[in-house]
C-alpha cells in the first residue's frame, strides 16, 4: 500500500497512513506531550505546493514528482491529490497518495542487470524445464498479482469511502478494541471528544470527557461482556442533550471485537419533540374545545329556554378558560346590564351586580363602552380596579383574575358581556382568546336570535290581540249601530247598546246616565240593564239617584271626563257611598264608568258593574268614543226630526191662524150680510127671509166649527190632570166636525209623568185620529187606554180601510212625527193592523219617564 | 152715559176686514135707529174720523192692521170720552175681554155671537150698561168674589220665584218658553203652576191664565 495523507485545504495533516516520513519535514518546536503523535509534521514543501494547486483547480491531480527515498535513491513519485467530501474547496480535505514509480535505469545500472540475467540465464539454461515451470509460476503470479492490484484498488476505495464517510459524517463515533484502546474515531468524535490521531491505540480510559453520564470505560466493559447495545443519554458542557449508544463491533465472522460508541447529538431533537409534545397538548386542548363550543352551538338550536341556553353558554366558557366562576350580563332593561346566568358566585357579589347602569363609571363600563374585551390578569396588582367600589365585592369574592368579553349582535349593537373569573392570577393565551371571541359570538347570535324571536311572538301577540279586539269592536259597532238604527227610539236604541256592551265584556249591571232635567248640573241614571234577578237590589238602588258634579263614581267621571276603572273593594266602598250596602249584598267587586262625549262636551256617562275583576279596557273605552259618535247621529237625526216636526207645527199654526183670521173674518161678514139680508127682506119676502136666516145660521155654524177647530189645535196647555178631559174634548170636536163617532175607553192606568208627556201624547191621539177620518175613511173611532203597572197606553182604534190601503203617501211626514213625539218622551209607538180590520195606532209610555233628549236640556257648561 | 134712543145713533166701524164692515153695514143698515157714520180699516183713519164723524159708538176689533185695537181702545178714550166703544173681535174674550173693558171699552162680543148678537150687544152698551157674554160675566163675577176674599193675600203666599212664574204666565209664555228663560227645566215650571194654583185656589189652567193675565195687566 502507498503511504497516504489526509490534509485540510490548508495542508494540515488530519491523518497519516503507511510509511509517510520520508515525505514529511519535522515538526519545528519542541515535541508534544504525546511523542508518536504527527503533531507539528508538515508536508514537505513540493508535496504543498502540488495541494495548493489541486486546492486552485479544485479537482484531482496526480503530477510526477522527483523523490528521493529512504535509501537515497533518486525515484520517481506519482503524486495523487484528491478531494474528499463535497464541501467547498477551501474547506474541503483532501487525500494525498504517494506512489513510488519504478525507476529507469543508468546504463551501468542496466549493465549490471544484463550481466546478472546472462548469469541467472547460465545458471538456468541446463534447466530448461525449470524455466517453463518458473514461466507457469511466472504467469501464475502475474494473475494473481493482478488480482492483488484489483483487491489492493478496491480496498483502497472502501477505505476512500469510509474515511469520507467518517469525515462526512456529523456523528461522533469510536471504535474501541477489546481492550478497550482507541481504534478508529470519526471527525464528529475528534471534535466532540477532542481526540487527536495521536490518540489511536490509546485505552479509552485516558479520555478526558466533558460530557456528564458518560461513562465509556464502563459502558464498553458491559457491552463486551453482555454482547448486548447500550443507549444512556448523557449531557453536553453547554447543556447540549446526547444519546449515546454502545454497540459491539462484531467482524465478518461474527466475533466480538470490540465496541463502538456512538455520540448522537438531541438537542435539536428534544427541543422539537417538547414542542411537539406541547403542541400535541395544545391541539388535544382545542379539540376538547372546539367539541365544547360544537356541544354547545348544536344545544343553542334546540328550543330551550334562554337562561338555560346561557347556562350551557357560560359553563362552555367557564371549561375554555379554565376558569372558577363565571357571568353573563344582559343589557335588559334599555340601559342597564342584568345578570342572566353565573356559576360560583355568592350572594353579596349577585346583589351589587344585578342590575347595573350601562353608564357606570367602572371597568365593565370601559369594556362597554370600548366595545373592547377587558382582561384584568390580576385584579389585586393591576391597575384597573384601583380604588375601585367593587374591589372589595371581588375581594370578597375571590376574584383574583377577570375577563368581560362583549357580546355583540351582527349589527353591532352591544347585547351584553360574557365574563369569567379566577380565584388566582391567570395569564390568558392567545387561543383562549380566539375560543372565547368565538363562544361569544355564539352567545350574541343566540341572545339576537331569542330576543329577535322574542319580538316576533310579541310582535304576533300583539297583531293577533289587535285582530280579536279589531274583530269584536267591528262586531260590537255593527251591532251598536245596528241597534241605535233599527230601534223604535234612541233610548230604545242606547238600552240595546247597552245590554250589547255589558254581554261582549261580561259585565252584570250596565246604567246610561243622562243629564237631570230638574238639575242641570246632575245626572240621574236614564237607561239600565242589568242580566241576573239577583242584581236587581242594586239596579233599584242606582235607579232613583242623582248624582251632581264629582258626586259618587258617575259624577266624578261626568265631571272630570276621565274613565275610572275600581277593581278594590276600598275603592268601591268610597265612590258608591249610597250604593255601597247594595253593592255589598250583590257581591259586585268591579266597577268602570266612561264618560260618553257630545263633540267636546260630556253629555252622559256609561257606568259599569260586575261580580268579578275588570282590568282598566282602553278598547272599551275607546269603543265607547264610537258608540257616543253613534248616538250622536242619532241625537242629530232626533234634532232634524224635532225641527221637521216643529216647522210642519209653524206650517200648521200659520194656516189655522189664516183660516181662524180670514176664513173667520169672512164667515163673520158672511153670517152679518145674512142677518141683515134676512131683516130687510123681512117684509117682502118670507121665503127669502128663511133662507138668509139659514145662511147666517150656516155661517155662524162654520165660524163655531172654525173656532172648535183652532181650539183643538192650538189647546192651551195640557197638564197631567186634565189630560183626559182634553181627550173627550177632541173626541167630541172630531166627532161634530167629522161626524165620525169617536169614543174614549178607560181611563190613564198611571198619572202621566208630565205636561210635556201629556201633551206629545194629546198630539199623538190627534194625528192618529186625523188619519183614521181623512186616509182610513174610519167609520168609528175608539180612544183606548191601557197598559200594565208601570207602563200608560193610549191606542186609537178606527174600522178604516187599513193602513196598507190608506193608498195616501201623506202619512208618511205623520207617522214619523208621532214617532219623534213618542220618543221624545221616551215611549214607543206601534201601528198595526186591526184584528177586525182597521189600524190600530199605540204609544206606550213608560213609569219610568225619561229624561228629554240630552241635548235639550243639556246646561250651558264652559268648554274644556 | 145712556144715549138718546130717539134719535139716530151714529156708529163707527173700526175692522180690518171689508167682508165684516160690509156684513155690519147691511145688518145696521136693517135697524132703522142706527146708522153708519164711519169705517176705518186701521187705528189711523178711525182717529181721524172720530174727529169729523162724530160717533156715538165705536166698532173696534182688537186686531188691526196698524196696532192693536186696545191701544185704540186707551186712544179714544183720551181724544173722544164721549164715544162708547164696543169690541168685535175673534179672539177668546176669555183672554181679552177683561182686558179690553179695562182700557174702557164698554163691551165684548167675539164674532161668532156677533152674527145675531151685535145689535143687542150695541143696544145694550147704548144703554149706558157694560155687555159681555153671558158665560163671561159669570166667570168674571166669580173672580171678584174670590178676589174679596183675600186674591192679594194669597198672592203674598207666593214664593218670589213662584211670583216670577206667575208674571211669565201673565205675559202670555208656555211652559216651555218659561222653563228655557229661567234655565230650569218643564217639569220644574209645572211644579210651581200646580203650586201657584193651588195656593191661589184655581180650578184649572185657563183660570190660572185668566188670572195672571188680569193680574201683569193691572201691573
Known sequence: VSPAALVTSAGRIIRLYGAMDPFLDPPAGTPSRREASSAGKTLKRMFLAAL???VRQNREIAPKVPHRNMHGHRVTLRLTVRPVGSAAAADRHWLMVFEELPARGTRAKKLG???????DLRSTKPAERQVEEMETINQELNTLNEQLEDKVRALTAVNDDLANLLVASDVAS?????????????????????LLLTDIDQPVAHLASDLVGADFVEYAREVLETGAPIERPALGPGGQKYFLRVLPYRAADQTMQGVVLTLFNVTALTTIERELRDTKEQLSADLRRMSRLHEVSTGLVREADLRELLDDILAAAIEITEADMGLIQLVEPPGFLTIAAQHGFAKPFLDFFRQVRLDTDNACGAAIAGRRRLVVEDVITGPVFEGASCLNILRTARVRALQSTPLMGRAGQFVGLLSTHFRTRHHFTDSERQWLDLLARQAADLIVRRQT???LVEAQGELEHRVVDRTKWLTLMHDVTRAINDAPS???????????????????IGLIYLVDRDNPDGIAPVISWFDDKRYRPFHEASEGQRFTHRQSLPGRVYADGIPLWLNEP?????????????????????????PIRFGRDVISVLELFSDRAHTPNEVLANLMNDVCVQIGKVLEREHSKAQLSDLIWREQQGLLHTLHDSLGQTLTGLGMLATGLSQRLRVADVGAVESATQIAHLAQQALAEVRLLSRNLFPLEIETESFLAALEQLALTTTLVHNVPVQVLGHPSEALRDGVVATQLYRIVQEALTNAVKHAHARTIAIQFGGEPGLTSVSVIDDGVGIQNAGDKHDGAGLGIMKYRASSIGGVLTVEAGTGGGTVVTCTVRGISPQALPYKNRPRRRQR | MSTDLSSSVRILVVDDHPIVRLGIRQMIAAEPRLTICGEAESAKSALRLVESSKPDLALVDLSLEDGTGLELIRTLR????????????????????ERALRAGARGYIMKQEAIDGLVNAIQEVLAGRLFVSRRMSQSILERLGHDTSNSAGQLGNLTDRELEVFELIGRGMSTAAIAEQLDVSVKTIETYRSNIKSKLDLKDATDLIRFAVAWTERL
Open chain 1, 174 to 194: 469510536v471504535f474501541l478494541d477489546t481492550d478497550l484502546r482507541i481504534k478508529r474515531f470519526t471527525t464528529g468524535a475528534a471534535q466532540l471528544l477532542n
Open chain 1, 113 to 119: 542487470r544484463l550481466q546478472q540475467l546472462r548469469s
Open chain 1, 453 to 455: 324571536e322574542q319580538q
Open chain 2, 78 to 97: 183720551e181724544v173722544a170720552p164721549a164715544v162708547q166703544i164696543l169690541v168685535l173681535s175673534m179672539h177668546d174674550e176669555a183672554l181679552f175681554a
Open chain 1, 570 to 594: 276600598e275603592q268601591l266602598i268610597e265612590l258608591l257611598p249610597t250604593r255601597r250596602e247594595a253593592a255589598t249584598a250583590t257581591g259586585l267587586r268591579a266597577a268602570a264608568a266612561l
Open chain 1, 52 to 54: 495548493t494547486l489541486a
Open chain 1, 490 to 508: 234612541w233610548d230604545e236604541g242606547l238600552r240595546q247598546v247597552l245590554h250589547r256592551i255589558c254581554e261582549t265584556e261580561h259585565w252584570q
